[in-house]
């Protein structure tokens, strides 16, 4: 899922910095994520994951790091099985 | 002494009536001359009113923002540049109050602000940028525990008459545009050299001039928390809601000359009400409409307060950025509405019925963060954001 997360961040990004650089902590924000570009992030997971962000998710946190992203995509991933 | 008098004579509305008097009193020389109004403001630390906000526990009243808002909406109705100034000063003190609470310089600092009644004013429009003040091009340098920062600064609005600045800027010289940090420099840490005259159209007592802002003052007076965090939880709520109190108010002082207008009009001649009496009707309508939108927005913030990732979440956003288009735009309506009532006595000034700086004024409200900037930010978000149908969501 990492990998993907990364895959899909250097495509819509649009990062100053390669996102091979980046650690998994790093704060994509500083790093230059707009929120034009967290949007696009946001929509390239929901397809490819075939999720839905909720709306209490939709916020900073839970896009602010790649880990972070990994850690919503998988709460999202897991409710969904369970229901 | 009557006790029951003298606490009438303290509620913040009270305080509020008193400094809109002066004012009001001021409002059109004030605009002539496009001149910062001075005697509003000191009326304004007379009454206290520029620690409100502010914790009792760093020396203030801890008003909530519903409090604020009404006071902006009774400056409003006397003198627009006023209310926006006090506005604004809020707007930067809500950003210590949210963000500031845990570093010492910056509780010491709101302990000043309330003692000495400081007026805190904000540079975050730079040169290049292209009015996102989410970028900056000018960086902080820390050296020594001692930050400098100069910034070409478009506007500073009462630059010339604020007691410290809030300046955002990146946060060190490698830092990408959207990493920014914000610092207080207070007045003898910083020097201003004007660069743009502001002579505008309304608000013309704001004194939004622009300035070459060179300072230097401890590292410890840079905010803790990113800009983006500052922005994102304080800055977005507090600058819709209480711009939009301060317009409500010019709208409503517009609709009250309009109306006395047609009541003066009705008595003269028996009853017989003018053409535009018709109007008021539908300009009470769509005033109540205005403070019915401002007031959901207030108990939104209200609710959400306490909680960080609601107050960034983009269904608060959204709320937000809905609250600024709506009441921007409907009191060029509202204020529209009341000029064709009062006719050339409206259109002319120096009557009793006169609105052209209420028309004036209310002009700025669409482009004080461009109407199109926030539908285009918005529009964004509703590709993503599941929208709470409910009434009461």
């Known amino acids: ?83 | 002494m009557n006790l029951a008098a003298v606490a009438a004579d303290l509620t913040l509305s009270a305080r509020a009536k008193r400094a809109a008097a002066v004012a009001a009193e001021f409002a059109d020389d004030v605009d002539r001359e496009g001149r910062f109004p001075r005697e509003a403001l000191e009326a304004m630390k007379t009454e206290r009113l520029l620690g409100i906000q502010i914790p009792s526990a760093f020396g203030g009243e801890g008003a909530a923002l519903t409090d604020i808002a009404e006071v902006c909406s009774i400056l409003g109705q006397a003198c627009a540049s006023s209310a926006m100034v006090f506005a604004m000063h809020q707007i930067k003190v809500s950003s210590l109050v949210e963000h500031g609470q845990e570093s010492a310089w910056h509780g010491d600092f709101m302990r000043e602000v309330t003692g000495r009644q400081l007026l805190v004013g904000s540079a975050t429009t730079e040169g290049g940028i292209g009015g996102n003040m989410r970028n900056s091009i000018c960086a902080i340098e820390v050296e020594d525990e001692i930050c400098r920062l100069t910034k070409d600064a478009t506007v500073i609005s009462y630059g010339a008459h604020a007691d410290a600045i809030m300046v955002t800027s990146r946060a060190h010289a490698d830092a990408a545009p959207g990493d920014q940090v914000m610092t207080v420099f207070k007045r003898g840490q910083y020097t201003l050299d004007k660069t743009v005259d502001w002579d505008t159209l309304g608000m013309r007592g704001t004194c939004s001039d622009g300035f070459l802002f060179k300072g230097e003052a401890p590292a410890a007076q840079i905010f803790p928390k990113p800009f983006a965090e500052i922005a994102a939880q304080s800055m977005l709520a507090t600058s819709h809601l209480l711009w939009s109190a301060v317009w409500y108010g010019i709208a409503a002082d517009a609709v009250l000359r309009a109306q006395a207008f047609v009541r003066a009009a009705a008595r003269k001649s028996g009853g017989a009400t003018p053409p535009g009496a018709i109007r008021l009707a539908e300009a009470s309508t769509l005033l109540q409409l205005l403070k019915g939108n401002i007031l959901s927005g207030l108990k939104a913030y209200e609710d959400a307060r306490a909680d960080a990732d609601q107050l960034s979440s983009m269904a608060f956003s959204i709320a937000m950025n809905n609250v600024k288009l709506a009441s921007s735009e409907m009191i060029l309506t509202i204020i529209n509405q009341a000029m064709i009532i009062c006719g050339i006595m409206g259109y002319k000034n120096g009557t009793p019925y006169s609105l052209g700086r209420h028309l004036r004024d209310a002009h700025s409200a669409q482009l004080m963060i461009s109407n199109d900037r926030i539908l285009g930010n918005t529009s964004t978000m509703l590709m993503i954001q599941k929208p709470d149908t409910s009434l009461l969501g």
């Not at chain 1, 990062?15 to 650690?23: I, R």
């Not at chain 1, 929509?43 to 709306?55: G, V």
């Open chain 1, 1 to 83: 899922m990492n990998e993907t997360i990364r895959a899909l961040l250097a495509k819509v990004g649009g990062l100053p910095v390669p996102v091979t650089e980046l650690e998994d902590g790093a704060d994509l924000y500083a790093a230059g994520l707009s929120s034009f570009a967290s949007v696009q992030l946001m929509l390239a997971i929901e397809e490819q994951f075939d999720i839905e962000f909720p709306d209490n998710l939709l916020n900073r946190k839970s896009f602010a790091s790649i880990s972070a992203i990994e850690a919503t995509v998988t709460q999202i991933l897991k409710a969904n099985e369970a229901a």
